[in-house]
């Protein structure tokens, strides 16, 4: 027999052989990978005029109250804030009850703290009137920030604020329902996201079939109050049945119970983050650490800050993140 022939039948029979062992190698389960983390950080309201712009200005330091705690803030994947007051030197004083516009030198500070998304969807954004508000926006997104909750017309304000993370879609919403309800945008007109229970359900399923994380912040409650109102409480868990995965509160100043709701997070209210006002509960706050795993949250924990005297913020007492858990159940524990 030649020997070209004899190797061929020494190829096929080794073909016998190797064949199954590598169909079994291939029928073997793979161990997927680990589903990739990512952390988010929370807080509450962001105040930047008064007493706190004249200490900015004191000092000549436009990033004065984030100096100490920016390193925490920027060791996220997304930081996220409520802006209470326009970023301007337009516009004229509507002479509201309280009338914040804080210098833009002042957005300094806010991207030394590393804020991706901010909400200004609250009572204070129309202050210095609408001029200031479009500016607002515009100077926010030339900083790299993506305001949420107004626009420069209705649809733009109820739109999500769509960012992808590391692969992840994360879509963001915010509202608000603390007067002056003639803040809200127009069709036509700029202004804020007013919270309407129906529209609000509807943003959110609208955002749920574009993102696989969605988040709504809400400017609501009572100002000083530590528990949220029964309707807050409904509305909330209607959100999250709607699609939301995460509800952040601010307006009340002080610090509201955290709520778990079929696996997805309620915070009533992060109380303040940055602001100068007088009452001891009003300088204490909460950062929400929240840790993506994948697609989903895996867990969420509650850092204590501080406002000292200086009119910055502190992580209280050196404290290290907990874990956050359930109040008790949030209606029942409602105010009212």
Request: proline share 7%; charged share 20%.
């Amino acid at each position: 027999m030649k020997a070209w022939v004899r190797l061929s039948i020494r190829l096929f029979l080794a073909t016998l052989v190797v064949a199954p062992a590598a169909r079994a190698q291939q029928r073997a389960p793979r161990t997927p990978p680990a589903a990739r983390e990512q952390k988010l950080i929370f807080v509450g309201d962001v105040m930047l005029s008064r007493s706190v712009g004249a200490r900015m200005r004191a000092e000549d330091d436009w990033t004065y109250p984030f100096e100490r705690i920016a390193p925490a803030l920027r060791s996220a994947d997304l930081t996220f804030g409520n802006l209470e007051c326009p970023v301007s030197d337009t516009g004229r004083n509507l002479h509201h009850l309280y009338s914040f516009r804080a210098d833009p030198k002042a957005i300094a500070g806010l991207t030394l703290a590393g804020f991706k998304v901010m909400s200004v969807a609250n009572n204070h954004t129309l202050d210095w009137g609408r001029p200031a508000l479009v500016d607002t926006l515009a100077r926010l997104r030339a900083a790299g920030i993506r305001p949420v909750g107004a626009g420069a017309n209705d649809l733009e304000a109820h739109y999500p604020v769509l960012v992808r993370l590391h692969g992840v879609k994360l879509a963001f919403l915010a509202y608000v329902n603390v007067p002056p309800q003639e803040a809200t945008a127009g069709t036509d007109q700029p202004g804020v996201a007013w919270l309407d229970r129906d529209r609000a359900l509807a943003d959110i399923r609208f955002a749920r079939a574009l993102a696989d994380v969605v988040i709504v912040s809400v400017h609501w409650g009572v100002e000083y109050m530590r528990r949220p109102q029964r309707s807050q409480v409904e509305l909330a868990q209607q959100m999250i049945d709607a699609g939301a995965d995460l509800i952040v509160g601010s307006h009340p100043h002080v610090v509201q119970p955290l709520e778990e709701y079929h696996g997805r997070w309620i915070a009533y209210s992060l109380g303040n983050f940055i602001f100068d006002q007088h009452d001891p509960p009003t300088h204490h706050g909460l950062m929400l650490e929240v840790t993506l795993a994948g697609k989903r949250i895996r867990q969420v924990q509650s850092v204590p800050i501080t406002i000292d005297g200086s009119l910055q913020a502190v992580v209280t007492n050196g404290e290290k993140p907990r874990e956050a858990r359930p109040s008790e159940n949030a209606e029942r524990a409602a105010a009212q």
